[in-house]
């Protein structure tokens, strides 16, 4: 049953396409940099994502990482959306991540949610989407079966100004299952970025993550240069 999960994003990505019909667009993304946090202090910054799109799917992989002298975050992330036909400003959506995050505590966490989303704004200077839906995850769950469960909703704007790209990301997970030990695993997590397009392909990222829970740790605060590439498969 593991395996499954392990195998699952490599699967939305290969599966075929009609390529004449669907528009299938490949594109891959590159980031290096540096990270500041309160308690780690400095480290390095590194991002790769592999994003698929057609007229009516979306499939996105991507490796966040911020590796620290003593501590690290990293996380893996794979999201697949589909549109409704008749109603094409809504989506169905399903999200994978395993993540590893030593500042929380966090050795070894495996999340998913899915849910329906709705876009609100689409046009080729920028997006709002609004989703809601259902979440669970289960921590160092290669030893142990217990899962938390959460209802989930999230926002998400990107809008570009000139030779200026702007995005922000809210998701907000309520713990509705039980609470062990006293712990409220209720949390908002957030993302802000802003990129300087210095050429087509190239640009400078600034930005910052927070996760906003009980253990209320110190945001990270990244500078990175990004590199973005087209790519030319039909599969």
């Known amino acids: 049953m593991k395996i499954y999960w392990v195998i699952l994003p490599v699967i939305s990505f290969v599966l075929a396409h009609d390529s004449d019909k669907e528009n299938i667009q490949w594109v891959s993304y590159y980031?290096?940099?540096t990270v500041y946090s309160k308690a780690p202090t400095y480290g390095v910054a590194g991002y790769a994502r592999l994003k698929r799109t057609t007229r009516n799917t979306f499939n996105d992989l991507r490796l966040f990482t911020h590796i620290f002298e003593k501590d690290s975050e990293i996380r893996i992330r794979n999201k697949s959306s589909r549109r409704f036909l008749s109603l094409n400003q809504f989506y169905s959506f399903n999200t994978l991540i395993y993540e590893r995050n030593t500042i929380i505590d966090v050795n070894l966490r495996y999340?998913?949610?899915?849910g329906i989303g709705y876009i609100i704004k689409n046009t080729d200077k920028?997006?709002?989407?609004l989703e809601t839906g259902i979440a669970f995850d289960n921590s160092d769950y290669l030893n142990t079966e217990q899962k938390t469960t959460y209802l989930r909703g999230a926002s998400s704007i990107d809008q570009e100004i000139s030779n200026l790209s702007l995005k922000f990301e809210i998701d907000y997970y309520y713990q509705v299952s039980k609470i062990i030990d006293g712990t409220n695993l209720s949390r908002f997590q957030i993302l802000t970025e802003?990129?300087?397009n210095l050429k087509k392909k190239i640009g400078i990222i600034t930005g910052f993550t927070c996760d906003i829970h009980d253990n209320n740790p110190d945001p990270s605060f990244f500078l990175t240069i990004a590199f973005s590439d087209p790519i030319n498969w039909k599969i």
Do not use: K
Request: glycine fraction near 14%; avoid cysteine.
């Open 31 to 33: 980031r290096l940099g």
């Open 111 to 114: 999340h998913y949610n899915q």
């Open 126 to 129: 920028g997006n709002i989407t």
């Open 194 to 196: 802003a990129r300087w």
